[in-house]
C-alpha cells in the first residue's frame, strides 16, 4: 500500500513490557500493571477513576449498565436516550441491549458532530440520557451540553472512543460525562492491541463498574461497596450484580503504560498531519472538509463528495484503490442506513438527511502518528488526475 489506513505505533518500549509480563508470569487483570496504567490514565485526563477492559465496545457496554445499578435515579428500560445519527455501532448497541429507546439527532456536515441546539430541542418527557460522541477526533460542544444536561437532570454519556486527547475548552473530551469512555484498539490513539477504558469522577458508578466487568462479584470492590451498598460479607465470590467478563490483561496494561507516555507526541504529530491535510485540500470544491472545533486530535482525514460531484463516487474510490491508496466509510455511517435498525426502538428528531447523505458519499483515509506528507501529497496528486 502507498497509503495505509493504519499503521504499528510501537517500539521497542512496549516489546520490553511485554517480556516483564511474560517474565513475571502473571497475565491476568489482578497483574500491577493494569492497576497502575488506570492510575496514569486517569491522571492524564484529570479524573478520579478510571478501569480498564477488554475493548472499546466493552468500555461502553459497562458504563451504560452501571446507569441502570445506581441507588438514585438509575436508568429503567423504556427510557429515552438521545444519539447522533453518525457513530460506531457499540455506541447503539448497549442501549438496545439495556431496553432504551433511541431519540436519533441528524449531524452537521461540516463537524461531523450533531449540533448541540438539534439535541437540547429533541428532548422529551422521557429522555433520561444523551450519548454525546465526537467523530474522529473532533469536539462536541461539550460544555454546553453538560450544563443543560445537569440543569435537566438528565445522564450525559460521552463515548470518546474515537477522539483520545481531542480538547474544548481547555478540557479533555471524555472528561465532561458522569461516565466516559475510551478506546485503545490497534488503530486507536494509543494502542494496547486491544482494549477500552471508563473514566468517571463519580464513587458509585466506579464500584459498580469494577464489579459489573467482573462476573457481577465484589471481590475487586471496597469494603464499603461490600458492606453498605450490598450487605454483603468480605468473600471473594459474592456475586451481586448480571455482570460480565470483559477485564483486561496484564499485557494490554504494560504496553498501555508505554503508549500513554507517547500521547502527548503522537497528537503533535497527528496536529500536523491535519494542518498540512487541510492546505491542500481545503479549498477543494470537490469535497467537504471536516471543520475543526476546539483542539481536535484528529483520527482521520474525511472527505464528503459535494452535490456537483456525488455522482462520480464510484470513479473516485476506484482510483484510490488502484493508486493503493486505502479507504473506508466515514465511522459507521448513518446508523439508519444499516440492517440491524430493526431490532432498535427509536425515533428520528425532523430527520437524518445529511448522515444518510455522508453515508452515501463519504469516506475517509487515514491518519498516523507519523509524518504522512508524502502520502497525502501523493493522495492530492492522485486525485487531480481524475478526470471530473
Not at 437532570?153 to 460525562?177: R, V
Not at 465484589?218 to 468473600?235: A, G, M, V
Amino acid at each position: 500500500m502507498k497509503y495505509n489506513l493504519i499503521s504499528d505505533n510501537w517500539g521497542s518500549e512496549e516489546i520490553k513490557a511485554i517480556k516483564k509480563v511474560i517474565n513475571s508470569g502473571v497475565y491476568t487483570y489482578r497483574g500491577k500493571y493494569v492497576k497502575q496504567f488506570e492510575k496514569k490514565f486517569a491522571k492524564f485526563f484529570n479524573s478520579k477513576y478510571a478501569a480498564m477492559v477488554n475493548s472499546g465496545s466493552s468500555a461502553n457496554l459497562i458504563a451504560v449498565a452501571s446507569l441502570f445499578f445506581k441507588k438514585d435515579r438509575p436508568l429503567k428500560s423504556g427510557d429515552e436516550v438521545i444519539v447522533p445519527a453518525l457513530a460506531w455501532s457499540t455506541t447503539y448497541n448497549p442501549l438496545q441491549q439495556y431496553g432504551l429507546k433511541l431519540r436519533i439527532v441528524d449531524i452537521n456536515l461540516e463537524t461531523l458532530n450533531v449540533d448541540v441546539n438539534d439535541v437540547i430541542n429533541a428532548v422529551t418527557k422521557k429522555t433520561k440520557a444523551i450519548v454525546a460522541v465526537s467523530i474522529l477526533g473532533n469536539p462536541v460542544e461539550l460544555k454546553k451540553l453538560k450544563k443543560f444536561c445537569l440543569k435537566k437532570k438528565i445522564y450525559l454519556i460521552e463515548d470518546n472512543c474515537e477522539s483520545m486527547g481531542a480538547m474544548i475548552n481547555e478540557k479533555y473530551t471524555g472528561t465532561y460525562g458522569i461516565v466516559n469512555t475510551f478506546s485503545t484498539f490497534f488503530s486507536h490513539h494509543i494502542s494496547t492491541i486491544e482494549g477500552g477504558v471508563i473514566l468517571t469522577n463519580n464513587s458509585e458508578i466506579y464500584e459498580l463498574i469494577l464489579s459489573l466487568r467482573s462476573h457481577g462479584w465484589t471481590r475487586d470492590n471496597s469494603t464499603e461497596f461490600k458492606l453498605k451498598k450490598f450487605q454483603t460479607t468480605y468473600e471473594d465470590y459474592s456475586f451481586v450484580l448480571p455482570g460480565y467478563n470483559v477485564r483486561p490483561n496484564n499485557i494490554y496494561a504494560a504496553v498501555g503504560i508505554e503508549q500513554l507516555k507517547k500521547l502527548n507526541k503522537f497528537l503533535k504529530i497527528r496536529r500536523e498531519n491535519h494542518n498540512y491535510f487541510f492546505k491542500l485540500f481545503s479549498k477543494d470544491k470537490r469535497f467537504i472538509i471536516q471543520k475543526s472545533i476546539g483542539n481536535p486530535s484528529f483520527f482521520a482525514f474525511t472527505f464528503i463528495l459535494s452535490e456537483k460531484f456525488k455522482s462520480k463516487k464510484l470513479k473516485i474510490l476506484n482510483k484510490l484503490k488502484k493508486a493503493n491508496i486505502e479507504y473506508r466509510l466515514i465511522t459507521g455511517g448513518s446508523f439508519l442506513k444499516h440492517k440491524v435498525k430493526k431490532y432498535f426502538k427509536y425515533s428520528v428528531y425532523k430527520n437524518t438527511n445529511k448522515a444518510d447523505y455522508l453515508h452515501n458519499y463519504g469516506f475517509f483515509v487515514g491518519n498516523h502518528p507519523r509524518d504522512l506528507k508524502k502520502e497525502i501529497l501523493y493522495l492530492k496528486n492522485v486525485l487531480d488526475k481524475i478526470k471530473i
